[in-house]
């Protein structure tokens, strides 16, 4: 059974830092792009931050840094200089072209 499990969540001020960790089992980890999206309320869900290419979406360039450990089937996303507009719930998601999976989430509430 393929579980993601998303953690680190929370709430911090604007110009604070979270990482968020989303720990892989039931996959073969290094074989699967991973990516972090994310989803604010009444928006679509976006994708944030990619693996591959390490893409990053224009409003998170510079501040968001995502990296995996294949050695622990977890991928990270390390958040700076958090804003309110980055308040969503986050969701990992592991792909391999015609497998494609997701976490249940993370609530990321930046507000003072």
């Known amino acids: 059974q393929v579980q993601l499990v998303e953690s680190g969540g929370g709430l911090v001020q604007p110009g604070g830092s979270l990482r968020l960790s989303c720990a892989a089992s039931?996959?073969?980890?290094?074989?699967?792009?991973m990516r972090w999206y994310r989803q604010a309320p009444g928006k679509e869900r976006e994708l944030v931050a990619s693996?591959?290419?390490?893409y990053y979406t224009d409003s998170v360039k510079g501040r968001f840094t995502i990296s995996r450990d294949n050695t622990k089937n977890t991928v990270y996303l390390q958040m700076n200089s958090l804003k309110p507009e980055d308040t969503a719930v986050y969701y990992c998601?592991?792909?391999?072209?015609?497998?494609?999976?997701w976490g249940q989430g993370t609530q990321v509430t930046v507000s003072s």
């Open positions: 998601n592991a792909d391999r072209g015609s497998l494609f999976y």
């Open positions: 693996s591959i290419s390490t």
């Open positions: 039931g996959i073969t980890f290094s074989n699967y792009a």
